[in-house]
């Protein structure tokens, strides 16, 4: 699977827009973009995914370059619950080894109350 | 449902000792996963099942580790001997089909004295 890069950390005030960003540029055509998020003390859940169109669900919006070589996980209002490892993840869902998530070191987000 | 079911939550035990971990995927998913996760090596998946059997089992460390799928509804992940280096947390994963959502348990904290 292609890799992907996030930063390390990033800060968050309560109550506004987060965007946490993914550079991909290894992505073939048939990868999906993935994003789970770990909660301290809690396994790693799923938050939403796309392929190349803009994806919007109850817990984030995802919105993918033109390009695909980057995307963007966007939470439109950050809570302390938010408060997580953000794990950006390709899976080519045709190949073999699809169900293979490789997890990297995500981006670690601290919401200020 | 109750989602992945892990069992124990927590787990002390002294070098040499053999270990045993439990999961109970959610029911219907054909596909349970073990993964591993540490400070140094961040979430690896460790083996994994479909329909009970086996499918790949490549991140598997070492000959002290085994896991089995007796049932559709149970799996045991089993060291013996543990060392103090297997201390991580463990764990378990299902899903519907490998290119689905993969959905985790809460995990089981190892500590091998």
């Known amino acids: 699977d292609a890799k992907t890069t996030q930063p390390n950390s990033m800060e968050s005030n309560e109550e506004e827009p987060v965007h946490l960003p993914c550079n991909h540029s290894t992505i073939s055509g048939t990868d999906y973009i993935h994003w789970y998020r770990q909660l301290p003390s809690q396994g790693p859940e799923y938050v939403i995914h796309?392929?190349?169109s803009n994806v919007n669900n109850r817990m984030a919006s995802l919105a993918i370059a033109e390009d695909r070589k980057s995307s963007t996980l966007i939470l439109h209002r950050a809570t302390l619950r938010d408060a997580a490892v953000y794990y950006c993840?390709?899976?080519?869902?045709?190949?073999?080894?699809?169900?293979?998530?490789?997890f990297g070191t995500g981006t670690r987000l601290t919401v200020i109350p | 449902d109750a989602g992945v079911i892990q069992s124990p939550r927590h787990e002390v035990t002294e070098m040499g000792q053999e270990v045993t971990l439990r999961c109970k995927p959610i029911s219907g998913h054909d596909y349970l996963f073990w993964y591993r996760q540490t400070m140094m090596r961040g979430l690896e998946l460790l083996i994994y099942?479909?329909?009970?059997?086996?499918?790949?089992d490549s991140g598997m460390p070492e000959d002290r580790f085994s896991a089995k799928m007796p049932n559709a509804s149970f799996s045991t992940l089993k060291i013996q001997p543990s060392e103090p280096r297997d201390s991580a947390v463990y764990f378990c994963?299902?899903?519907?089909?490998?290119?689905?959502?993969?959905?985790f348990g809460p995990g089981t904290r190892l500590l091998v004295l």
């Open positions: 796309g392929l190349t």
């Open positions: 993840i390709l899976r080519d869902e045709w190949a073999a080894g699809a169900n293979n998530l490789f």
């Open positions: 994963a299902s899903s519907l089909a490998p290119e689905e959502t993969q959905y």
């Open positions: 099942f479909n329909n009970n059997v086996p499918i790949d």
